[in-house]
Every structure is written in C-alpha cells, then in structure tokens.
C-alpha cells in the first residue's frame, strides 16, 4: 500500500498548504475532496526524502516559504512542487478566494509600485535562501552524532 | 458502397464551407468524419460573466481546471497552451489515431466535429494580392469567395483605415468590438503616434473577429462575458457547428461520423473510392462516390495523400509560420483592474508591413489576460508559487500577451513523411521535420526587435519570449502546393484537383504555396468555396 497518498495524510496536507498560501485559508469540504481526487487522476507520488520534507513544512510551517521558493530552481519538477502548484490551481477556483488572485478594486499607482518593489524582493530573496535549502537537504548530508 | 454524393471529407472550417457552397449549388453532399464529440457534460451558466463566476459559482473548477483536473498544465508552455478543459476533446484520440514523430515539430490537428474551429482564435484576415499570387491564388476568384465567406460567418471589424489592410474591399462588416481598458492605452497612445509608425510599416487596429457586434440571424451580440475560452453563449463566435447545423437541416446533406478515412484511390471508371476504419468498433469499409473533396487540414489530406500514392510520393512539404509569445507588461494598467466587461479573444491586431509591398507581414495579435487564470501563468514566474500568485495578482491586469506570426516559405528542410508505426490504428504514423534557415531564423529575429522597440514605444514593455516551438502557431498548409505541371504527383492544380487523380479535390490549405502571417482560416474558408465551385464545373 502507498501510505504517502492515504486520504488521511492527503487532508492533513491539503490543510497545511491552503495555510501556507493564505492565512485565513478555511478548508472546505470541497477544497479537500478536490485535492483528494487530484491525487486519483494525477500520478503525484512523493519521494521519501520529498515526503519527509513535506512533513518538516508541515511540522515547522515558516519553512514552506522557503521550500516553495526554492523548488522552483532545485527541484522544478518534484512531485512536491506539483502538490503546491496543483493545490494553488484549486484554491484559485474557488469563490472564497477570488480576491487572491485578482485585484478587484483599483489600488493607487505608488502603492501599487511599492508593494511590486517589496514582495518582489523579498520573493527573491526566498529564491536565493530556499534554494540553498533545499539543495542541502537533497545532498544527502549525514551529520555524525 | 456506390454513393450518388460529392463526398466531402472533414467538418472543419473547410469542410462546412465546401459543403455548404455544393449544397447552394444544389448537390447532395455526404460528409465524412472523425467526428469525435464532447462526451463530458458540463454545464457552464455562459451568460454570466467571468468575474461573476469567479465570485459566485461553486462548481467553476468543473470548467476551469476540469473534473479530472486537465487543465491544471504539466509543462511550461507548448502548443495549444490556451486550450481549456470544455474545449480539449478537440485534440482527443490524435496521438492514437493519427501520430506524429518528429523532434523539432509539434503540431496540432483534430478528429473532432469541427476540426481545429472548434478552438480556434477567430481572427479574420484578407489576404492581400501580393500575398495570393505567391500562394498561388487566384485574386480575383478569392476576392469574391471572401465576401460569401464574410456573409456566411460575419466579421466585427475595424471601422477606420486599418479595415482595407486586414479586411480588404469587405461590406457587411459589423462594428468593431469595443477595447478593454488596457489595449485602449495603447490604441490612445498608437493614435497620437499614428505617422511615425505608419511611415515604419507598423499599423494597430481593432481586431477582425467571427464574433458578432450586432445580432445576426439566430445569432447574438457578444456580451463581453470573458467566457469566450470555455463556451459559445448565444453563438456570438461563429465555429463550424454553427454552420454544420444549419447543413443538417437541408434534405440533401447528410453527416457520418467516426470515420477515419485511411486512402483514397480512382475505381476503373474514374469515380472515387474511400477506405476507411470506423473509429469505434474498428471496423473497416469502403465507399464508392462520383467526387470527393478533401477537406482533413493540410497535415491530414497530405496522410492521406502520401498512403495512397503507394510510394510515388516519397515526400511532401509544410508550410507553417513560426509563431512566438510575448507577455509584455503595460505598466500604466499597474494598480488596475481589468474591465470587467470584455472578450477573451484578441483585442487589437498590430501589422507591420516589413518591405512596405503588404507580401512579407508580420502580425500580433493583442490578448489581455484573465479568463485563462493565474495558474496558468505561475510556470513562468521565475518565483515560488505563493509570491507568484501575490506578485500576478497585481500585475495581471497589466499583461498584453502578443502572439507573433510570421510569414513562412517552403524549404528542402520543412517536410512529412509516411513512417512505419505499428502502435497506430492505421500502422504509420507522419514523420515531421521543420527546420528555419538561418536567412530565416535572422529576418525573424530582426522583425521582432522592430517590433519590440515599437511596443515600448506603446508604453508595452515585453518581458520575455516564449516559444511553443515549430508547429505552434496552427496554421498548417502546402502539402500539396499548387502547380500546372501535369503528372507531378503531389500537387494540386490551381483549380484545387489533385494531380495523378480524378475527380479528386482538395479543399483545405494543402495546395498554399505561401503561408503569409495573417490568420489563414478565413482564406481556407474562401478557397474551400472556390474549389467546391470548380469541382461542379469540371467534369473530368
Ligand atoms: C487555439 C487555436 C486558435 C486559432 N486561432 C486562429 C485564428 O485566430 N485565426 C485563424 O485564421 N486560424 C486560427 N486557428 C487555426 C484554425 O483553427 C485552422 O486553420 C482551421 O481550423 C483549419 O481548418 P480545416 O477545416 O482546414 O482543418 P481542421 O479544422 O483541422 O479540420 C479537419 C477536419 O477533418 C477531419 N479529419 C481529419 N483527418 C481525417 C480522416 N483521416 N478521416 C476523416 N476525417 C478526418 C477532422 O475530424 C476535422 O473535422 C486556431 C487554431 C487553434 C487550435
């Protein structure tokens, strides 16, 4: 049996990344049996060092920011990048959330401005620092005790 | 099976316009088909408006990622990228039934009722004399099949000078569609701009659409729904069902589906018989008829073609014009959302007219972006998912996407071939190969550096480019160029039948010999009307 698509860990997972992405995310059951069936007609099997990383997220959850960031350029292709991403396609149909993906009300142009030059550095900055992250922890690296 | 019918073969674009100018001429028509159908059934409430939807419709992912999720993509952008789940049966069961192998050529075609219409971009675009005389059309026979097309599908268009360079001498046309507020930015931008790029060959317009302005017949004005990727509300975009379902009224037109037509031969006394599989129960037969037009795309006639010269033809040539997109960013949009009443289909449509002769045009098409959602768009962002969807939410609103074409030559490097392929129905499968020159690759890459300066000029910044790769602009034609040359199998004569056969005609893109960079359907529609004419005409 493959343990790493049980319903009962595709809920807790699908929890934990609607979190990562919104912090006033409120898991509905249509989110989570979307994100379930997701599983059936996508072959999105986890590897174990990605699964245990998974688990590190969702045990420390500051760390997605970084593990999402840096997937990107790590490990573009992961199965874990493909939850996240998958997981972001569902949130964004869903009415609830339809101020997080488009802007609906004009904002003032400086704001506007500002807020491109903030996130983005900032995102940047995630790409950098999760990248290194995520690279270490896929080297394999056994620290001695 | 002897059949008393023109046969026509193919319910694309083509193939409704053939027909329906054979049934004008009072003919009895039987079309083949693939004819693959949609056998999902999702209901979307089309009249609504996106943001609407978005807002309000608990059951949207059904049509915007699709019920078994395949409109979530799982590659960066490739051909096709815009297609949405209510529209993929288009390309359903081509790889099993007609595959193609190639390492630099990625096509697109279609087995579906509708062929590639049912998805496509309804941009309509006159081709100008220039440009039909190195097709090897006949200018004036094409300039009235354009406006029978033109009345049987209606044109919203440009009603300022940009007309005559996209629609010609057309009447009849509707109004234009109205601009979202950020392409008329730019147009307001273009206007007070308007000599200098002129005097450069560069002209920006409203786009020429198969989508109604105004009510036409059972047909209704778009309304602005931003839906146009998922449904066909009110029948405002013309696709070939429309036209197909008026042919299923008259008495002599009959439609068969779920069959693959394999080849094509002359019996002893010169009538036409059809082989052919039965997509379902895989069974196979034939049909014996008087005429037959070949209406299958220009990549499926040239199939059909090649297995049935039994070896005379080894090779045949393919046009397809290199096609690139640009997201470009106009930052004056930053901070504001898009209209909320708009089209999804293209908003403006810039020419530039390279050698100022209208024969080498390069074309861009405008698309803002919204309907195909941010989830589409996070592949590209060189960021996490997270900031990605923080970062396009206020950047969205400012995306232009331009799709660049440009015209396309035949070369010794652009070529099909027939291959062995035993995992196909058919046992073969279309080798592709496409190559640009590097006279190519180089004009290609000086056009689009005039073009990006111009587009700063607009205030429209590009961001990058990127490439679906060789095939992907779906426009596919010259398998079968046209020539006078007697016995030259392979060819088309200019009348559009096909040499070394009888009674044979070829009424798709098959026989362009010049694939210039405007929207290729509409002049398909026109030629498949001009060669369901002369295969009345001509009694062989
Ligand atoms: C997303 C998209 C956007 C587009 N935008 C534009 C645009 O804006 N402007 C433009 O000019 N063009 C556009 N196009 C291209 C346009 O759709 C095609 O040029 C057009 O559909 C070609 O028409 P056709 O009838 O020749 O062939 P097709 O549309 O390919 O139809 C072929 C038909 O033949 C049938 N068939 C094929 N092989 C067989 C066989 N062996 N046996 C039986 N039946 C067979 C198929 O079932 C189908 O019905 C777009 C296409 C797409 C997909």
């Not at chain 1, 030059?117 to 056994?142: E, M, R, S």
């Not at chain 2, 198969?210 to 146009?228: I, V």
């Not at chain 2, 039948?497 to 929207?519: H, R, V």
Request: aromatic share 12%.
């Amino acid at each position: 049996m493959d343990i790493s698509n049980s319903e009962d860990l595709l809920l807790e997972e699908a929890y934990s990344i609607g979190k990562y992405f919104f912090k006033d995310y409120k898991m509905t059951t249509a989110i989570a049996n979307q994100y379930v069936s997701l599983h059936r007609y996508r072959q999105i099997f986890l590897s174990k060092k990605e699964q245990s990383l998974l688990n590190l997220c969702i045990k420390y959850p500051f760390l997605f920011s970084y593990v999402d960031s840096g997937l990107k350029y790590a490990k573009p292709k992961s199965a874990l990048s493909q939850k996240l991403f998958c997981m972001a396609a569902i949130l964004e149909t869903t009415p609830e959330n339809f101020d997080k993906f488009l802007l609906d009300k004009q904002m003032p142009f400086i704001i506007a401005v500002l807020n491109f030059i903030l996130d983005g550095f900032w995102a940047v900055c995630k790409v950098i620092a999760g990248y290194i992250f995520v690279k270490t922890y896929f080297l394999d690296i056994k620290i001695k005790k | 099976m002897y059949i008393d019918s023109y046969v026509v073969i193919g319910s694309g674009p083509s193939g409704v316009m053939a027909a329906s100018t054979l049934i004008e001429q009072g003919k009895k028509v039987i079309m083949l088909d693939a004819g693959i159908t949609e056998n999902k059934n999702t209901t979307i409430p089309a009249d609504e408006n996106f943001i609407y939807l978005r807002k309000n419709d608990f059951q949207q992912h059904k049509y915007f990622i699709g019920e078994e999720f395949e409109g979530i993509p799982s590659d960066k952008i490739k051909v096709g990228a815009q297609l949405t789940p209510t529209r993929s049966y288009m390309i359903k069961d081509t790889d099993k039934l007609i595959p193609v192998v190639s390492d630099n050529f990625t096509p697109m075609e279609s087995l579906s009722c509708g062929g590639l219409g049912i998805g496509w971009g309804l941009g309509c675009y006159v081709y100008s004399n220039n440009e039909l005389k190195l097709a090897g059309l006949d200018a004036d026979s094409m300039g009235k099949a354009y406006q029978v097309i033109s009345n049987r599908i209606r044109i919203s268009g440009p009603d300022d000078d940009f007309c005559k360079l996209v629609l010609g001498n057309l009447y009849n046309i509707h109004p234009p569609l109205k601009y979202d507020n950020n392409i008329s930015i730019l147009i307001d931008k273009y206007k007070k701009n308007k000599n200098k790029f002129n005097s450069k060959g560069l002209y920006l317009g409203s786009p020429s659409l198969a989508m109604l302005s105004e009510d036409y017949a059972n047909r209704y004005k778009t309304k602005y729904n931003d839906m146009d990727f998922y449904s066909d509300y009110g029948k405002s975009a013309w696709r070939p069902y429309i036209t197909l379902e008026k042919l299923k009224k008259n008495s002599n037109f009959t439609y068969v589906g779920n069959i693959l037509v394999t080849t094509i031969e002359n019996t002893d006394n010169n009538q036409v018989k059809i082989n052919y599989i039965n997509i379902v129960d895989k069974s196979t037969g034939e049909i014996i008829c008087s005429k037959l037009l070949l209406a299958c795309g220009a990549l499926g006639s040239a199939r059909i073609v090649l297995r049935s010269a039994k070896g005379k033809i080894k090779r045949l040539p393919i046009l397809c014009n290199p096609y690139s997109y640009m997201p470009c960013f106009n930052i004056k949009m930053l901070g504001k959302p898009l209209s909320y009443d708009k089209t999804s289909m293209a908003q403006a449509m810039l020419i530039y007219d390279t050698d100022g002769t209208e024969t080498e045009i390069v074309s861009l098409a405008f698309y803002t972006y919204r309907s195909l959602m941010t989830f589409r768009m996070i592949e590209e962002v060189p960021l996490g998912i997270k900031d990605s969807i923080k970062l396009l939410k206020l950047l969205q609103s400012g995306f232009v996407i331009a799709g660049i074409h440009h015209p396309d030559f035949p070369s010794k490097n652009k070529y099909l071939e027939l291959i062995d392929f035993p995992d196909s129905i058919t046992s073969d499968a279309l080798s592709a190969h496409y190559k640009l020159n590097s006279d190519e690759e180089k004009k290609i890459r000086k056009h689009e550096k005039t073009v990006k300066r111009y587009l700063r000029k607009l205030g429209c910044y590009p961001v990058k480019k990127l490439s679906p790769g060789a095939g992907g602009s779906i426009h596919y034609a010259g398998t079968l160029p046209f020539s006078q040359n007697e016995d030259e199998y392979g060819t088309t004569y200019p009348d559009g039948s096909l040499n070394g056969f009888k009674n044979i005609y070829i009424a798709d893109g098959s026989g362009f010999k010049y694939l210039p960079a405007k929207g290729i359907t509409f002049s398909l529609m026109a030629n498949a009307h001009n060669v369901a004419l002369n295969s009345t005409k001509n009694e062989q």
